[in-house]
């Protein structure tokens, strides 16, 4: 049967409606019904990167101890670091005695000798010879001690290393003269300007390397003479300076008694045995009591 016109386009209407709808259908979003676990934040998110755990920006910079900046408190080494200083020894207080001895002029241009001070105060006096034997050992011992000494010390014998001398000198020791050439015949082979040559010798040299002009002289060997006398005074020098007491191969030697007396001139040298012979003159110096003092405080010519 025939369909009019009418309604073939009534049916094709209605065919295209559900067309139009099927296709607006599939275009669509789909939506879900899920929530997200995950709360969103309101704050700004940074734009810097992480830092790994233990890098040095993620650690608070800190003073050291050395006033320098470290990180997370850890001291960064540095070789300009001062060292930790050595302490220094302790001295003992030294007893102060006032000196009840004068030292005697020069009389008609002769330079007295003393070998033995006369005084009631106990009070010994070190004197150290020549300058052979240079060790640390022996720095070190009247160190521990704390002696002072008077040092005549021979040029020649010195010559190879005079500084090693200052060490004593920083101890409280004195620098004296013990000639240049440490000739012990001196008295009986030269005449008196050759001895004056060889005494100021050592004048000039004491006073180049120590920064002192010598006070007292030793005679080589102990022997003097008025012409030595006359020599000395000339070289500006106070005294000759001998002995009564001495240390010597890990003893002592007396010339009078058999112990150490008050105001004894002890002797002793720079040798090899050094440490025996302190030793005995320590021991003989304790037992008789007795202070250790610089012979020319006691004099007053330091």
Request: hydrophobic share 40%; aromatic share 8%.
């Given at each position: ?41 309101t704050a700004p998110q940074s734009t810097t990167p992480e830092l790994p755990h233990g890098s040095a920006s993620a650690s608070p910079e800190v003073a050291g101890p050395n ?236």
């Amino acid at each position: 049967m025939p369909v009019s016109q009418p309604a073939r386009r009534a049916v094709l209407g209605v065919f295209g409606a559900s067309l139009v709808a099927g296709l607006s259908a599939c275009a669509a979003p789909e939506t879900t019904t899920a929530q997200s676990t995950v709360p969103q934040s309101t704050a700004p998110q940074s734009t810097t990167p992480e830092l790994p755990h233990g890098s040095a920006s993620a650690s608070p910079e800190v003073a050291g101890p050395n006033g320098g900046l470290s990180v997370g408190g850890e001291v960064p080494p540095s070789s300009s670091a001062a060292p930790t200083p050595t302490p220094a020894a302790t001295k003992r207080i030294r007893r102060t005695f006032i000196p009840d001895y004068q030292l005697p002029p020069i009389v008609g241009g002769l330079a007295p000798v003393i070998t033995k001070i006369e005084t009631k105060h106990p009070v010994v006096f070190l004197t150290i010879d020549d300058g052979n034997i240079k060790t640390p050992e022996s720095v070190k011992l009247m160190a521990d001690y704390d002696y002072p000494a008077s040092l005549f010390l021979t040029r020649d014998t010195i010559a190879d290393n005079p500084a090693f001398f200052n060490a004593f000198k920083a101890q409280g020791s004195l620098v004296e003269n013990h000639t240049v050439t440490h000739n012990i015949n001196m008295v009986r082979q030269w005449g008196y300007q050759q001895q004056l040559n060889d005494i100021v010798g050592m004048q000039d040299y004491a006073l180049q390397h120590y920064g002192r002009r010598p006070t007292l002289f030793r005679p080589p060997g102990g022997a003097y003479s008025n012409v030595m006398r006359q020599a000395v005074a000339a070289a500006g020098m106070k005294a000759i300076i001998t002995w009564e007491a001495k240390a010597n191969a890990g003893k002592m030697d007396y010339q009078v008694g058999n112990s150490l007396r008050p105001g004894d001139i002890v002797l002793m040298h720079f040798r090899a045995e050094f440490a025996a012979d302190l030793a005995a003159f320590r021991a003989a110096q304790l037992a008789a009591g007795l202070e250790v003092v610089l012979l020319e405080d006691f004099l007053g010519v330091a």
